[in-house]
């Protein structure tokens, strides 16, 4: 029975797609690394809870097949800021946030890391 929850796993990771966009913050690749976690020894992989396995297999199905998109569905794809989905996609990239994180240093942060040493090594040289 543990080689076929592997299965369905696997066939799920390869159907969930993967955003290169957010980087460490993917959810397609962060469940290929947890079922990697959970089914260590592959389809011999012993499960202590397989009801728990099934269920968090079926939460993630519905999810991918938009279950609650269909069943619950919206008169219009807009948001309340307006922006399209491309929109919202640009400026949730790791890209984008990092380049506000920038933008939001202040002056003596981006003075310190502009002068501060990078090493302890340069630390000691500069005292």
């Not at 460490?24 to 012993?46: I, K, P, S, W």
């Not at 999810?63 to 307006?82: A, I, M, V």
């Not at 506000?100 to 240093?105: D, G, S």
């Not at 202040?106 to 040493?117: N, R, S, V, Y």
Request: positive net charge.
């Amino acid at each position: 029975m543990a080689a076929s929850r592997y299965r369905r796993f696997l066939k799920l990771c390869e159907e969930w797609p993967v955003d290169e966009t957010k980087r460490g913050r993917d959810l397609g690749a962060y469940l290929r690394q947890r079922v990697a976690q959970a089914f260590r020894e592959g389809e011999n992989t012993q499960i202590a809870e397989p009801e728990a396995c099934d269920q968090m297999y079926e939460s993630l199905a519905r999810l991918h097949s938009n279950y609650y998109k269909h069943k619950y569905p919206r008169p219009r794809d807009t948001s309340f800021s307006g922006l399209s989905v491309e929109e919202y996609k640009l400026i949730l990239s790791t890209d984008t946030l990092e380049e506000f994180k920038e933008i939001n240093k202040g002056m003596w942060k981006k003075l310190q890391e502009k002068f501060a040493p990078r090493n302890p090594e340069e630390k000691q040289k500069a005292w």
